[in-house]
């Protein structure tokens, strides 16, 4: 399967035709849960926007990127077990290092590094199951290390060049989500989708990762160097 055959089932009634659908719904939900807080608490939060603004988009923004890939994953269950294996560090590490990153950014290294870890851990343990207990593995491996290693990057950066790194990394991460859409469509194209979900998945978990994600970045705990 060439990459424009992947490509072209973005567009097709498939497990890859909903990605595109599933990344609108998750930004959607996000921005509306996110305007919905903003009207009712975040507005009385001094310089919220300057403070917490630019971080806050691109940690959503990746979930969006990180939803549509569990999805596809859900949607085929079982893998061999080197793609298993593939599916569960992928996933463990893109939805660690990200959120630590970010979080690192605004609330230093501890809350942004055990935050990513634990959701990676959660993600790619959840994912890497597809293959059994060697992508289990793969998965809660990936994310404990990448929190560590995102919220840590981010740190080092503080001083220099913060942001323009930000969006580097997100532009790398998704480029390797997109690598892993592609290698799914390859190696299980041929299969029948096992599972035919609707965007309810979607939804829950944009809701709960926005309202989660942002009440972490605002209220929780900081690092002396943010106070």
């Known amino acids: 399967m060439s990459f424009k055959q992947f490509i072209k089932a973005l567009n097709e009634k498939s497990t890859e035709g909903d990605l595109i659908k599933t990344i609108a719904y998750s930004i959607f939900t996000s921005a509306l849960t996110i305007a919905i807080l903003y009207f009712l608490i975040l507005k009385?939060?001094?310089?919220f926007i300057p403070k917490y603004g630019f971080n806050l988009?691109?940690?959503l923004l990746s979930y969006s990127l990180i939803i549509p890939a569990i999805k596809q994953v859900r949607s085929y269950k079982e893998f061999p077990c080197m793609s298993g294996m593939m599916?569960?560090?992928t996933l463990g590490m893109i939805s660690s290092f990200l959120?630590?990153?970010?979080?690192?950014s605004t609330n230093g290294m501890f809350v942004g590094g055990f935050f990513g870890s634990l959701l990676g851990m959660i993600i790619g343990g959840w994912n890497g199951k597809c293959c059994g207990i060697m992508g289990l593995m793969e998965g809660i491996m990936a994310g404990f290390m990448g929190g560590l290693?995102?919220?840590m990057t981010?740190?080092?950066?503080?001083?220099d060049h913060l942001k323009i790194a930000a969006i580097i990394v997100f532009?790398?991460?998704s480029i390797i989500i997109i690598s892993l859409n592609y290698m799914i469509f390859k190696e299980s194209s041929h299969l029948e989708r096992k599972e035919k979900e609707t965007q309810l998945l979607t939804i829950t978990l944009s809701f709960l990762l926005t309202i989660i994600t942002a009440w972490v970045m605002i209220f929780?705990?900081?690092?002396e160097i943010f106070n």
């Open 44 to 47: 009385n939060i001094e310089s």
């Open 57 to 59: 988009f691109f940690i």
């Open 87 to 89: 599916v569960g560090m």
């Open 99 to 104: 959120p630590g990153f970010y979080l690192a």
């Open 149 to 151: 290693m995102g919220a």
């Open 154 to 159: 981010a740190f080092m950066l503080l001083n």
């Open 171 to 173: 532009a790398v991460c």
């Open 220 to 223: 929780g705990p900081r690092s």
